[in-house]
């Protein structure tokens, strides 16, 4: 089954692309093939514009520490793969499973089977007398 976008999210879509061909620099591309740009001009006493186009649904949490900080202008230019940053022990980056299947679930959730085993210190439900 295809994917159906509705017809604001598709010239949303559009535009977005049309803006960035028009304004928009292409500094780099991580390992999950996100874009980044930053704008062609530099605007008098602004900081210039950066921004990513996602491949693939848009989500925060795939972009990489070295790119997150120069999106946010913390570091002039984006660190390289053999950036002293990087350490042999970094797990590489997994998405953000909020919401979705992969989502952890403590024992005791509706979706676990809804029953815990009891703990010391429970507590006693109030009941009115």
Not at 23 to 38: E, I, Q, S
Not at 77 to 103: C, D, M, R, V
């Amino acid at each position: 089954m295809k994917n159906r976008v509705s017809f604001v999210t598709w010239m949303a879509n559009i535009h977005i692309n049309l803006l960035t061909w028009r304004l928009g620099v292409l500094v780099g591309t991580d390992k999950a093939g996100n874009r980044y740009y930053r704008e062609k001009k530099a605007r008098a006493g602004m900081r210039e514009r950066r921004w990513v186009l996602y491949n693939g649904e848009p989500e925060a949490s795939k972009v990489p520490p070295e790119w997150h900080g120069w999106l946010h202008h913390t570091v002039k230019e984006p660190l390289g793969e053999n950036s002293p940053f990087h350490k042999p022990w970094q797990k590489e980056h997994l998405p953000n499973p909020t919401g979705t299947l992969q989502a952890y679930r403590p024992p005791g959730h509706l979706f676990e089977g809804g029953e815990r085993a009891r703990a010391t210190g429970d507590y006693e439900p109030w009941t009115p007398s």
